[in-house]
């Protein structure tokens, strides 16, 4: 798909999703519960699908590079994006939309992961960075509420976040355990006959899609990503299918929920909050990747920032004590995406091809025979062509 493809294909989800709401009345489509269960299952399965692409390897390889992505990078992205908005219209509200924008969304990176031209380890790191970003997030969204509002209102506390990790990683640890016991026979069912092969691999499925659904019941999404690291059928690329036909979906819920929160001063904010964000995603991966060792994935992880239901789901959450939250995260969604699908197609389109090793132009050179220049002395002398010795007829030798 080309950028300017998947550009026209995300604002025609984005247009359908607005007809949708339009047409059918729905004005307060955000507060419904299967909305909210919907989005929050766009998002488990995001996060799931973008670690269950992570090379192991490469993702032990690059965890120091991960962990200050997902704290300090995080961190250094909410700042340089509030710098941005506070500057230009000086609101110190706008700090709890820099936090909501911060991250980068895992269901678009699992999306785009197959036709990236990432190297595998640029992969694990962006796919780690989208997956693992979302708590800190969450976080630091618990924190600055808490403060701006003297008590927390409708995010909840502390406290709570603190529970929501330990049941987290009690999910996940239950799945380990299970996969730990069941390891052994998924292996040897790998080498059997295809009837064996799909009926584990079907097992599999639904194993997976029981714990999705209990983490997505109780909003225990940190176990899906944790779940991808270990838990992985064998689908081939259905996996990563589902996951661009998600994104689409997601770009569509967000349409439902603009049709009856838009404004044109709102939209602007949005464009100048998803712009702040993209921009901060641009330094601090370059900052984050000054290695040599990223020198051939710095433009692209400069340009990988998206962002989709994590955004929204936090504006939601938002809404009822930030009046006009979706309002702005939405069109900043759409910024961002927009953004990314252009940036990302131009940089395919107008970077150099890589030159040959010790060919610095970059052309071929054509291999043309050398004139000998050897003194005569020590030039090859010609070997005289065979010549064939005459037949004579065998005779016994008389004795």
């Known amino acids: 798909m080309t950028p300017v493809t998947r550009s026209a294909a995300l604002l025609s989800a984005l247009g359908a999703g607005w007809i949708a709401a339009s047409q059918l009345g729905l004005s307060d489509v955000d507060q419904s519960p299967a909305y909210g269960f919907f989005i929050t299952a766009l998002l488990g399965f995001g996060l799931y699908a973008s670690t269950s692409g992570i090379v192991i390897a490469e993702f032990r390889r690059q965890l120091r590079t991960v962990v200050i992505a997902v704290t300090l990078g995080v961190l250094a992205k909410v700042a340089l994006i509030f710098g941005v908005m506070f500057f230009v219209f000086r609101d110190p509200q706008h700090l709890v939309l820099a936090v909501a924008v911060a991250q980068i969304d895992p269901l678009s990176v699992a999306a785009m992961r197959v036709k990236s031209k990432m190297s595998d380890s640029a992969k694990a790191l962006l796919s780690a960075w989208a997956s693992f970003d979302d708590p800190i997030t969450v976080l630091l969204t618990v924190y600055i509420t808490a403060y701006a509002l003297r008590g927390g209102g409708a995010v909840g506390g502390v406290g709570s976040f603190a529970v929501n990790l330990v049941l987290n990683l009690a999910l996940a640890g239950v799945a380990f355990m299970l996969w730990t016991l069941v390891r052994g026979r998924v292996r040897r069912a790998e080498e059997s006959g295809r009837r064996v092969r799909y009926a584990v691999r079907a097992v599999m499925v639904v194993a997976v899609l029981a714990l999705g659904f209990v983490a997505v019941q109780y909003s225990l999404l940190l176990a899906l990503a ?67 060792q990223w020198r051939g994935d710095r433009v692209r992880l400069a340009l990988g920032q998206q962002n989709g239901l994590t955004a929204i789901i936090l504006a939601l959450l938002l809404e009822p004590t930030f009046p006009g939250a979706i309002a702005v995260v939405a069109p ?59 037949a004579f007829p065998r005779t016994n030798p008389t004795p």
Not at 264 to 275: K, P, R
Not at 333 to 347: C, Q, R, W
Not at 363 to 373: F, G, V
């Open 226 to 292: 944790l779940l991808g690291l270990f838990f992985r059928p064998n689908l081939g690329r259905w996996v990563d299918g589902l996951a661009e036909a998600g994104m689409f979906l997601a770009i569509a819920a967000v349409g439902l929920v603009l049709a009856a929160e838009f404004s044109w001063t709102s939209a602007l904010v949005g464009v100048v909050l998803g712009v702040a964000a993209f921009a901060a995603q641009s330094v601090v991966a370059f900052a984050l990747t000054a290695p040599r």
């Open 332 to 390: 900043a969604v759409v910024a961002v995406n927009l953004l990314n699908a252009v940036t990302n197609g131009a940089y395919d389109r107008l970077r150099p091809p890589r030159p040959a090793l010790g060919n610095p132009s970059g052309a071929a050179l054509e291999r043309t025979p050398r004139p000998n220049h050897a003194p005569a002395q020590h030039r090859p002398r010609p070997t005289p062509a065979a010549t064939p010795r005459p």
